[in-house]
């Protein structure tokens, strides 16, 4: 037997990192909003509307799919980007989940 003595690696914990994702989304947001020439014009990512109104990125694009979300722009087929201002009179509107 070897005397080798092994530390234990912590443990990964998924839900550590995802909070730690979604800070830092909030964090970039949030300076996005305070440089921005037109905070309410101004492109969101689904990751970041998902940080602002609280719901998660799979609820959001559901949401999306069913055209009951908010109105979101498609630059091109893979990509989804929301204006702030859609964002806020969806969620103006009681449409939020």
Do not use: F
């Not at 990512?45 to 799919?65: C, D, F, I, K, N």
């Not at 893979?78 to 969806?90: G, L, T």
């Amino acid at each position: 037997m070897s005397d080798e003595i092994y530390e234990e690696q912590p443990a990964c914990h998924h839900a550590d990192t995802t909070e730690r994702d979604e800070r830092d989304v909030w964090n970039m947001l949030q300076y996005k909003l305070l440089t921005a020439a037109d905070p309410d014009g101004m492109d969101m990512t689904p990751e970041e509307v998902a940080v602002y109104t609280g719901m998660s990125v799979q609820a959001l694009a559901m949401t999306r799919h069913r055209g009951a979300g908010p109105k979101c722009l498609r630059p091109t087929p893979r990509d989804v980007r929301y204006r702030k201002r859609d964002v806020d009179a969806w969620m103006d509107a009681g449409s939020g989940e």
